[in-house]
Structures are given as structure tokens and as C-alpha cells.
């Protein structure tokens, strides 16, 4: 079940998850009636995410491109004990932006 995280608690709450990623994917997708549903990036190691309360902007880093979102107006989060599944951001356009999360494949060393 998602929690909607209060404004105050952004820039913490992502400081704190970046720091225990470890190895992970993300799907983001952007969604909206004037958009439809536009997948922006499948898959992609994840670096961090951040949020900026000075220029009010989250940001999604991957290794491939930084997803930016200003303007956050509400976000929600699924948690659990192994960290971050996913994450929602609902936009100033009300344009919904989904991040996915999955754990990175770990492939057998080779030999």
C-alpha cells in the first residue's frame, strides 16, 4: 500500500534511500490525459534520487539520464524492509510519473 509523504519529508526520505540502494533497476513512466502513458526509461541502473527544495525539483538518476519532475505536489511511496519499490509524483500539470524499482541482476561470475 502506497504512503503519501509529507513535503517536509522529501528531501530526507530520498537522501536516506539513495544511500541503501545498492544495486538497482527502475522503469519510469510519465502519464496524463494531454500525454497518454509514455515509458521514459526501461530498466536502467539507478543511481539515486534527490529531491531540491530550493528549485523544487526531484530528481531520478540513472546512469543512461536524469529524470527531472518540477514542481512535485504530492508523492507517494510502496516501502518495505528490503527499500523502495516504487514511487508516484504527481506533477503542477497533474501529470503522474511512476518510477518502478527491482533489484539489479546479479549474473553468476563467469568461468
Not at 519529508?9 to 537522501?15: K, V
Not at 518495505?80 to 514511487?87: M, N, R, T
Amino acid at each position: 500500500m502506497a504512503e503519501k509523504l509529507e513535503n517536509t519529508q522529501w528531501q530526507t526520505f530520498f537522501d536516506r534511500v539513495s544511500k541503501g540502494l545498492g544495486a538497482r533497476q527502475v522503469e519510469i513512466e510519465v502519464a496524463g490525459l494531454d500525454l497518454g502513458d509514455e515509458v521514459e526509461a526501461e530498466w536502467v541502473p539507478l543511481t539515486g534520487i534527490t529531491y531540491d527544495p530550493k528549485d523544487d525539483v526531484l530528481t531520478i538518476i540513472t546512469d543512461r539520464l536524469d529524470h527531472m519532475i518540477r514542481s512535485p505536489r504530492e508523492i507517494y511511496v510502496e516501502t518495505s524492509v528490503d527499500g523502495l519499490h516504487s514511487l508516484e509524483v504527481i506533477d503542477a500539470e497533474g501529470h503522474r510519473q511512476i518510477a518502478v524499482l527491482r533489484p539489479d541482476l546479479a549474473l553468476p561470475p563467469p568461468g
